[in-house]
Structures are given as C-alpha cells and as structure tokens.
C-alpha cells in the first residue's frame, strides 16, 4: 500500500512539474527497444512503463482527466520538461521504426491532444529552425528598406548636382 502511495506520488509530481505529457502503448517492444526511446528522448523527456490504474489517480490529483480512457493496455508516459516538438518528432520517429509503439494521445499547454495532433506538432520544425527563418526574414526586410533608402539618397544627390 505505502508503495503504491509513492508510486502515485511520483507520477503526480511529474504530471504537475512536466510541461507536456506524451501516452503511448508499448505492446511488443523489447526491453531494448524502450531503452533506445529512451535515450533519445531523454534530453527533453523522461520515458516512463506506467500501471494505468495509478497512473490514471495521478493525473487525475494533478487535474488531468482527458487520459482516463486511453489508459488502456500496457502505457508508457514521456513526461516532457523540454522541448515539445522535439519529444513529439522523436517519438513519432521511433513510432515509424517500430510499429509497435503506438502513440495515443497527450497533453500540451494544458490541451489533450489526440495522435494526429501530436503528429502535427512532430512534423514543426525544430525551434532553432524556425527563429533562423524569422531573423531571415527581417534581415531582408531590413535590407530592402536600407536599398531603398540608400536609393532615395543618390536620387537628391543626383537632382543636388544638376
């Protein structure tokens, strides 16, 4: 009893510290199969083999009750404290190399999520991408009203002359 007292506690604690939460089914997967999932999440996310029935009272102390009814069958979680996108692309990823893992739904910014959703979100590029696109963006912006003005200025110099 005092252990799974624990248990509860842990997953709430990391319901409520994570910033998104991925569930997924591991039916068929070799223990060596999550082992590499879970190194290559682990920089974002940690992966987790879950009881549904605490995990299902953990989520639901820390105000989570949209995954009541995917907590079905044999679950793992990837409770995220890093970067969404990046968890949701390696995991659909690993998802795509192994058919068995199946991703079911999850949660970001307070939204459930379902697995075409989460698909949405792996398929954004990465951050660093997308703020490189944008300072791209306005350095050619900039550039074009710095051609324009620079323009403008041999335009008078050239009416100044005459």
Excluded at 44 to 68: E, Q, R, W
Aim: proline fraction near 1%.
């Amino acid at each position: 009893m005092a252990n799974k007292e624990a248990a509860v506690a842990e997953l709430t604690n990391l319901f409520e510290s994570s910033s998104a939460v991925l569930l997924t089914e591991y039916r068929g997967l070799t223990v060596a199969q999550l082992k590499t999932l879970r190194n290559t999440i682990r920089q974002d996310a940690n992966y987790a083999v879950v009881k549904n029935t605490l995990t299902k009272i953990a989520a639901n102390a820390a105000g989570i009750t949209a995954l009541d009814e995917d907590l079905t069958g044999p679950s793992a979680v990837a409770f995220v404290h890093g970067d969404f996108v990046a968890t949701a692309k390696a995991v659909r990823d690993f998802a795509k190399a192994n058919p068995n893992l199946v991703i079911k739904a999850g949660i970001f910014e307070g939204k459930t999520l379902d697995a075409a959703e989460v698909d949405k979100y792996a398929s954004l590029e990465s951050r660093e991408v997308l703020l490189a696109k944008a300072a791209g963006m306005m350095k050619a912006t900039m550039g074009k009203a710095a051609a324009t003005i620079d323009a403008l200025r041999e335009k008078l110099e050239t009416a100044a002359a005459a």
